[in-house]
């Protein structure tokens, strides 16, 4: 039925499919200012107030039978929901987290991406298969995202100067412990031209574009390639995707709690830990998806690669996601904003580039599909590193 109603070509999925990031990129920078100057608490919860509403617009669509363009607009409106949700938590990090334990706190946060790309496909599985009701799956997360921000509201705070719960001993420990000097005094207005001038920035902007490329294909487009050339069943790929973000989240843990014990041991120094990581997330991923692409319609083989794959990118949570406190802990949340902005137009760029060379949906086409990936992230990894 959905195929009946929906019957688009591969270019214009690749579209809409990208139209998320359209809004979710000009939101980035106005999320930064706003996490700056009334706090990453407030920014988090209007951006979850946002998506609610998004959810509502989403489920009268698909009662509707609206246009691919209507379509497509709504999810622009739900990308700049999503926007301010990086600069804010890193924000958050920045004032709460002490140098030594950022990649841990990092994944945790970060990593629950992982969870909501296990449960929401499995969930709206079963609200389908039960209902067959597009609509129902929309009012659920957004009933989901009311109950989250009634315990969000009370419970978090900005910095741990402003929390009336924790007790004086961590309160003390945080004010030693933190770089960032916004726990003490108020801050200057954010040095927009120093930023524009920062070198380790653009890197960083550059490593964004190449970590985003990368994860964007894997959760957005692969997916198309298990159902439309390895011919797996639709069900059977939601499972296979599973897989991947549970190996991505275990993974993340396990290099995050490594990065942050080896700069604990002073076994190496900050910028090390970003470099081994960046490249881990990077460069690894990249082999292992060329290897899977030559692998035919082996499928067992082609799920193992890609799984493989995913595994070595929980690396990023210990490396560019967070390297913004790095450098700049006082203003962690606008170069957030302003590295993760520009980084994810690889969002708008990638699935459509990628649906317009697989129009077929051949092995062959999906292979240079693929050079491209290996391409983007082995290069941004070598200018990271340099």
Request: charged share 15%; hydrophobic share 45%; aromatic share 14%.
């Amino acid at each position: 039925m959905a195929r009946e109603r929906y019957d688009w070509d591969e270019a214009t999925q690749g579209l809409l499919l990208s139209a998320f990031y359209y809004g979710y990129v000009i939101t980035h920078l106005p999320g930064g200012i706003l996490a700056e100057k009334f706090g990453g608490k407030w920014t988090v919860g209007l951006r979850t107030v946002g998506n609610i509403c998004s959810d509502s617009i989403h489920s009268s669509s698909s009662c509707l039978g609206w246009s691919s363009w209507t379509f497509g607009l709504i999810r622009v409106l739900e990308g700049m929901g999503e926007g301010p949700v990086i600069p804010a938590f890193i924000l958050l990090l920045a004032r709460w987290v002490p140098p030594s334990e950022r990649s841990r706190f990092g994944a945790m946060i970060f990593g629950g991406a992982q969870v909501g790309n296990i449960i929401g496909p499995y969930l709206s599985d079963i609200i389908l298969a039960d209902y067959g009701d597009w609509a129902l799956v929309f009012y659920v997360f957004g009933g989901l995202g009311i109950i989250w921000i009634i315990f969000w509201a009370p419970l978090c705070y900005s910095t741990p100067n402003a929390h009336p719960f924790i007790s004086d001993e961590e309160k003390q420990y945080l004010n030693s412990n933190v770089a960032a000097s916004g726990l003490h005094k108020k801050l200057d207005p954010v040095p927009f031209k120093a930023i524009l001038r920062s070198a380790p920035l653009w890197v960083l902007v550059m490593a964004g574009i190449g970590q985003d490329w990368g994860y964007f294909m894997m959760i957005i487009d692969l997916p198309k390639y298990f159902s439309d050339v390895l011919k797996i069943k639709i069900k059977d790929t939601s499972l296979m995707s599973a897989l991947w973000y549970i190996s991505m989240y275990i993974s993340s843990f396990v290099f995050a709690y490594t990065c942050d014990l080896c700069i604990r041991k002073k076994w190496h120094s900050i910028t090390t830990g970003r470099k081994i990581y960046t490249t881990v997330s990077f460069s690894i991923p990249a082999i292992i998806i060329i290897l899977a692409s030559y692998s035919g319609c082996n499928r067992t083989e082609a799920l193992v690669l890609f799984i493989t794959s995913m595994t070595f990118m929980g690396g990023s949570y210990s490396s560019v996601k967070i390297n913004a406190m790095d450098i700049a802990p006082n203003y962690a949340g606008m170069c957030s904003a302003f590295a993760n902005g520009i980084a994810a137009v690889a969002g708008i760029i990638a699935p459509y580039l990628i649906g317009m060379l697989t129009p077929d949906q051949t092995v062959g086409q999906w292979r240079t599909a693929i050079w491209t990936v290996f391409a983007v992230l082995v290069g941004t990894n070598l200018v990271y590193l340099i």
